[in-house]
């Protein structure tokens, strides 16, 4: 069936009536609820509402640098402070269910990543090799601020063997900086990696669904048509929530404009359509009248 993408801009009651529809709201955190080390404005009040008003709310990131314990320590230095570990969800972590529970691995993990990505995985109990070894039995890439042309040369070898796995945290082209710089992502890692390889990565973060596999198998009775994915990146978020059946809502604090959204939109691909956002918000300190709307009628 051909989803009917939206496009459509949202306010006041129009966001109150989405959020009393919606049980799971799922946020990516980067351009959505904060930009690197400060917070977007009213994001934390929004986050605390949610949570106050008895929705789930759940964090689902591409970002590998850091465990979860970490994250929850940055959730609360930027004023968001009644979020769990549980609600975190990140590419690294669930590369670690992925190891763990899907492919139930045996043997060696060879990492292209940075010491978060090491931690997480330590974390689900991983046999680890930063070096490398005979008994590799999977390549996993992430973001490496300390990639090397050995690196390179040594995953590539590990992966002439078709046994061996070839796994990407994420497919992250770039990430934004201050002053319009840019940061390469994992994706251009994975890239190099797919070329000498000769072979594709399958991607655990955003936008594969196995995400939602990570949260749907930790929160029981959680359906696609409860979920409300918020993100700023069409090819990640957007795409992401389409895949999972949800609907979706892009917010204007990062990477993504709106005028790209209705490129997709209008495009003739049919797949571009599933990079539409069904709704559209300028921040999602947006919500904010919302919940005065819903606070008013609850003390009525
Ligand atoms: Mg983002």
Redesign the pocket.
């Known amino acids: 069936v051909a989803r009917c993408p939206r496009l459509t801009k949202i306010r006041g009651p129009q966001i109150r009536n989405l959020l009393e529809a919606k049980d799971f709201i799922l946020f990516?955190?980067?351009?959505?609820i904060w930009h690197g080390e400060t917070a977007i404005t009213g994001a934390a009040k929004v986050v605390s509402s949610l949570i106050r008003h008895g929705k789930n709310v759940v964090f689902v990131?591409?970002?590998c640098t850091r465990p979860r314990e970490n994250y929850v320590h940055k959730f609360y230095r930027l004023g968001f402070t009644d979020v769990m570990l549980e609600q975190i969800f990140s590419s690294s972590y669930c590369s670690a269910l992925y190891l763990r529970d899907v492919v139930k691995i045996r043997g060696q993990v060879f990492v292209m990543g940075c010491d978060g990505l090491r931690r997480e995985l330590q974390g689900g109990g991983r046999p680890l090799r930063g070096g490398g070894g005979r008994d590799v039995k999977a390549v996993l890439v992430g973001h490496d601020d300390k990639l090397t042309f050995l690196k390179l040369a040594k995953a590539s070898c590990y992966l002439r063997d078709p046994d061996c796995l070839f796994l990407a945290t994420d497919n992250d082209p770039w990430?934004p900086l201050s002053g319009g710089r840019i940061l390469p992502g994992s994706g251009s890692l994975t890239a190099a990696l797919e070329v000498s390889s000769g072979r594709k990565a399958t991607v655990i973060g955003k936008p594969s669904r196995f995400m939602f596999e990570c949260i749907s198998s930790q929160f029981s009775g959680v359906e696609p048509a409860q979920c409300l994915m918020i993100?700023?990146?069409l090819e990640?978020?957007m795409l992401f929530g389409s895949n999972c059946g949800f609907d979706t809502m892009l917010t204007l604090t990062?990477?993504s404009q709106l005028e790209e959204a209705q490129e997709y939109r209008d495009s003739e691909l049919a797949a571009n359509h599933s990079l539409v956002p069904d709704y559209v918000v300028d921040s999602i300190a947006d919500f904010l009248p919302a919940f005065e709307e819903l606070d008013d009628e609850q003390s009525n």
């Open positions: 990516d955190c980067d351009g959505v990131t591409n970002n990430h993100g700023d990146r990640t978020d990062g990477v």
